[in-house]
């Protein structure tokens, strides 16, 4: 298993110390660095910008948003940063939510799978009339979504992966490998999970610090009818407290919101711990199938342990 440093996107600003953090992390050995966009950045500038200063570590994005720009649009920007970069790049691709989709780009949300497998079909068509072949990854959730994504994609960029799940993660991504013309197998697919990793003694202080993110993605990241975070956890067993987090949240509450998540819930999609125990949960991920560990740690000294400890 291999460690890639998952930046994000922007707040209310850059990412602080990202130079730093990006340094740390190719010193360290980590196989990729990624961006992301939505309402503060997009993910291709801050790629350029930081990656500029790289010179091994592949540069990613996860994910560049389908709605954001046109699929030959991406693709150019795709063949430019990987030619710059000696053939480091991953794209990574989300078809996002309604809310990003409709309410910021103002565009219809209708037939997700559709519009993705149309989106790379192109983007694969401009690459190959550079002769290039630069890996796609998809950002994917429910089993349709990822079954399509063993079909057509090299890599699933996965989000709140758990290893418990793991099984059911694998009858999704078979059911694509056993498609008519699948592009890749079990043997040579990426599976990329995000996760945090927090290496401490003080595991509340930690669970206590990622339960507001939890409360936001599972109450607030779309609407009561659809969100998909909250479809995630639903199938992961927390249903009465997605039901309880969503309803706080969507009415403002959201002190009771995120007080209402519990530990497990929190600690079940990251890793924390003792040294020793983070190394062992790190061999759990690998042995869950997880290929490469998008890690969102914010300091060098984090990120200099957890390559030690990998």
């Not at 050995?29 to 910008?49: I, K, N, Q």
């Not at 990613?60 to 430019?80: K, M, Y």
């Not at 960029?157 to 890749?184: H, K, N, Q, V, Y």
Request: aromatic share 8%; glycine share 10%.
């Amino acid at each position: 298993m291999k460690l890639g440093l998952q930046l994000g996107y922007w707040g209310a600003g850059p990412i602080a110390g990202a130079p730093e953090l990006i340094r740390a992390a190719e010193e360290a050995g980590f196989d990729a660095v990624f961006t992301a966009e939505s309402w503060g950045s997009d993910a291709y500038t801050p790629l350029a910008w930081w990656g500029a200063a790289t010179s091994t570590v592949r540069l990613g994005t996860a994910v560049a948003q389908l709605s954001a720009r046109p699929a030959e649009s991406l693709a150019t920007a795709a063949l430019t940063l990987d030619r710059l970069t000696g053939g480091r790049h991953i794209i990574g691709l989300g078809v996002s939510g309604p809310q990003v989709v409709e309410g910021w780009y103002g565009q219809s949300f209708a037939r997700p799978l559709a519009r993705t497998r149309e989106y790379v079909r192109v983007v694969r068509e401009v690459l190959a009339r550079e002769g290039a072949d630069i890996p796609i990854w998809l950002g994917a959730e429910g089993p349709r979504n990822v079954a399509q994504t063993a079909e057509i994609a090299d890599g699933w960029l996965a989000i709140f992966f758990s290893p418990r799940m793991a099984p059911m993660f694998g009858e999704w991504l078979d059911e694509g490998f056993a498609r008519p013309g699948a592009r890749r197998g079990r043997d040579d697919f990426e599976i990329a999970a995000t996760a945090q990793c927090v290496v401490t003694d003080d595991v509340p202080a930690a669970l206590d610090r990622y339960r507001p993110s939890t409360a936001l993605y599972v109450g607030g990241m779309g609407t009561k009818e659809r969100n998909f975070h909250a479809d995630l956890y639903r199938r992961m067993g927390y249903g009465a407290v997605v039901d309880d987090v969503t309803r706080l949240f969507l009415s403002g509450r959201k002190a009771e919101a995120i007080a209402a998540v519990p530990d497990e819930m929190v600690r079940e999609t990251m890793l924390v711990g003792a040294a020793e125990e983070v190394r062992a949960q790190l061999a759990d991920w690998s042995s869950a199938g997880v290929t490469t560990l998008m890690v969102t740690a914010r300091d060098a000294g984090t990120i200099a342990e957890l390559g030690a400890l990998l």
